[in-house]
Nanobody, 121 residues
């Protein structure tokens, strides 16, 4: 069983910073890819940032230059560093990891439960 647990959300003023963490636990052979999504009230969930197995990263236009996704393989953790935050960044942030469980030859997508981020103006 693979689980993702996010942390680091909270309330921050515009211009401030937060770092989200996503710990992947369980029977893990490898973490092939990871991403952060967000969903604001009344809106669809959208991709914020992601990385692939080759190490390439991609970002939504709205966060380029402000957010950085990274990983710590030793800790099975994915991070999202958010700087110069804006009120429009307010949303529930979800972590997704493409994980190959220890007993499988196939990788699956797993989601965390989400963490609330609120940016005040």
């Amino acid at each position: 069983q693979v689980q993702l647990v996010e942390s680091g959300g909270g309330l921050v003023q515009a211009g401030g910073s937060l770092r989200l963490s996503c710990v992947v636990s369980g029977s893990i052979f490898s973490i092939n890819a990871g991403a952060w999504y967000r969903q604001a009230p009344g809106k669809q969930r959208e991709l914020v940032a992601g990385f692939t197995s080759s190490g390439s990263t991609n970002y939504a236009e709205a966060v380029k230059g402000r957010f950085t996704i990274s990983r710590d393989n030793a800790k099975n953790t994915v991070y999202l560093q958010m700087n110069n935050m804006k009120p429009e960044d307010t949303a529930v942030y979800y972590c997704k990891a493409t994980v190959r469980p220890g007993v499988s030859v196939v990788a699956f997508d797993y989601w965390g439960q989400g963490t609330q981020v609120t940016v005040s103006s």
